[in-house]
């Protein structure tokens, strides 16, 4: 049986770049966005929207766009709102017996239950996850502090919801995981390492 590794994060927390970092230094595969775009191929709906519907709750007003042209309302996106995490039930089995494998968000810690896998949860304080946003845009400074900040905490409430419709559990919470990484004011790197040893 292959080793698989989940990763649930926070928006800011730092878990893309951990789930990525991990993966390179253990030489396992590692997927994120991939997953997304195997579902769109599997169901011929665009990225756009699977991204957006495996981000939140779904929601039966929400429109589809199949290729660019159709949008489609009520019982027809809530079927393809069932496609889509069938498919990313597949998509993500798939890919854990394929080979030794970090892969992140989407509820595979869930979907992948009976394959045992090691299940990570990263997390940290609002301070934190804002000077990681920062980070990534070339002009900091211009970012509205207050909005970003509303931004982050919406981000991880569609993801606790998101989760609890489809699992029934509650995201973040330390019974649903082997270990909870606070990130806050440490690098990355370090937080790896530690955990890569778990491995060796």
Not at 117 to 136: G, H, N, Q, T, V
């Amino acid at each position: 049986m292959n080793n698989v590794i989940t990763i649930g994060r926070e928006f800011g927390s730092g878990g893309r770049e951990f789930g990525r970092l991990l993966a390179e230094k253990l030489g396992y595969e590692y997927y994120d966005k991939e997953i997304i775009t195997e579902i769109a191929k599997k169901t011929s709906l665009s990225e756009t929207y699977v991204k957006q519907i495996v981000e939140q709750t779904p929601h039966s007003l929400f429109p589809i766009t199949t290729g660019n042209a159709f949008a489609y309302y009520g019982n027809n996106h809530l079927y393809n709102v069932q496609s889509i995490f069938r498919e990313q039930t597949n998509v993500i089995t798939e890919m854990a017996k394929k080979s030794d494998c970090v892969i992140v968000g989407r509820c595979a810690d869930y979907i992948l239950e009976d394959l045992n896998p090691f299940k990570i949860f990263i997390y940290a304080d609002e301070k934190s996850k804002i000077e990681r946003c920062l980070k990534k845009v070339d002009e900091p400074e211009s970012v509205n502090v207050k909005k970003l900040k509303r931004q982050i905490k919406n981000i991880d409430k569609n993801r606790a919801r998101y989760y609890s419709f489809y699992t029934g559990k509650k995201w973040g919470d330390k019974l649903n995981y082997d270990i909870c990484i606070n990130t806050s004011d440490i690098e990355i790197s370090e937080a790896v390492s530690v955990i890569e040893k778990l491995f060796e």
